[in-house]
């Protein structure tokens, strides 16, 4: 909500992965759309935008949590 302006629903923990700053790790959740439209807080995030399963951009290399996550929703 803070930075997209979406509110979402189901919240559910998926996973954790180091991060390479000192004392620092990535954590992935999996939610639900719930409301709202996607207004992007540039302070914080510089694009958001909704993608379909065949229309994905450049995927994150394969041992990150980011692409794990993704194709488990593919």
Known sequence: M???????CDLEYYGT??????NSFMIAF???????????????????DWFDKKDTPTL????????ILIQSVQ
Not at 2 to 8: D, M, P
Not at 31 to 48: L, N, Q, R
């Open 2 to 8: 803070e930075e997209i302006g979406l509110k979402i």
């Open 17 to 22: 992965q180091a991060w390479p700053f000192p």
């Open 30 to 48: 999996k939610a639900k759309y719930h409301s709202g439209e996607i207004t992007v807080d540039s302070s914080e995030i510089e694009h958001a």
């Open 60 to 67: 994150p290399p394969y041992a990150s949590i980011a692409r």
